[in-house]
């Protein structure tokens, strides 16, 4: 399958997964009725760590500001997923040159994955890009810092949350047979 | 020149960035006053239609909650029905006044308020400032501004309205506050703390007056809502030592959680109110 079709499709499925199944799970890891915050984990970022290695900046630019006015206008919140997703989209040639051997030139045509990139990078990378998104958009969602702790706990809480979602969703669409060669 | 141009082929991706970035923010700061909510919604077509076949697919698991719940208001409904059918207000003589407590006859009702069903197609509880989509739009007479109020208690403000489609700010946000009374008439109001979606906040209620656990607190007249809709019961009091207030938590009457239909409210009056109250403030 061409790597465009490939990606919009993924692009579709993520954001469909996204709006249809996740933003109807509200998680809260103590069910007290007041105290810790609730969240919705969000794997809408996955399909920017996904793209192709030799993706232009520009390139990704655009397609993570497409993404998160796509999420933005599902979820009522104008700029706010842009904003975070166009952030890490910009990072993301920095941070894959920084936990890479080789140069990015050198993979053509392939994603970064688990089978290229091997599991603890790739959760580094994802980690990483996912827990700076979050940064931002609770961030500016929130808009004050009056209840930093808050913030922090609402932050580092959903991140995981979302990063187990992502590992989750590798898990079952990676196809096997290559994997365990 | 040729320096510009090199400049920008060499800064392309950092300002190319930047530009989005403020793209994002300008959308931010316009849709985050208190007029501006127009943006971009999910009152919209492509989205809306996509929530509409989501909510078609759940629609069935929840029928039986829906049933038991419809029938409890039937049940208040009926309740009501008696008690106003009790007091004839049309033939008033002297001999039926020493039945009825207030004289009705001579309350002159002004407001006129039409209830619209809807169904709820999109819903959140965990966002700073909730939206809640409803499968209602301009088509069935929905306008901005309109209350929103399910058949437990308070529900939201319609924000903005497509043809068929119309999104309503819930009472779970940060950004407007709710006019409020007790039992007893005195005034406050009724916001929201971020993360905690079965909690309001009864602010601006004096230390002097006595409230007690599983008080009511209801909508007023101040408001566009209509009066005397429940917005919860007090669950918790916090005084803050230092000036004297104190904060109410209320567990919000409407379960915001599994919201299925509600009811639109139109104030006919409203229009003409805020026309007086809008020149009145501005001959000032």
Known sequence: MSIYLKNFFRFCLIVLIQVLVLNKITLRWWSQPTGFPVFIPYIYPLFILLLPFETPVWLLLVLGFTLGLTMDTFMNTAGMHACATVLIAYLRTNVLNALLPKNLVEYPNQSPGVKNMGWIPFIVYGGFLILIHHAVFFTVELWNFSNISYLLIKILASSVTSLLFIITYLLLFTKQTSLRS | MRNFILFIRRFFNLILFLAVEIVCFVLMARTNTLQGDAVLSSANTVSGIVYKKREDVVYYFGLKKMNDSLMNENMRLRELLTQIKGVDT??????????????????IRYANYIYREA????????????????????ADGIKRKMAVVSSTGVVGEVVNVSEHFSSVLSALNIKRKLSAKLKDGMLGSVGWEEGKPDVLILEDIPKEIKVYRNDSVFTTNYSFFPPDILIGTIQRLKVNKKNNIQTIYLKSATNFRNLQYVYVVENTMMEERRKLEDSTRSKK
């Open chain 2, 119 to 138: 169904r709820v197609i999109n819903n959140s509880v965990t966002a700073a400032n909730n939206y809640i989509t409803l499968n209602r739009g301009a």
């Open chain 2, 90 to 107: 049309l033939s008033d003589t002297l001999v039926k006044r020493s039945f009825q407590t207030t004289d009705s006859t001579h309350i």
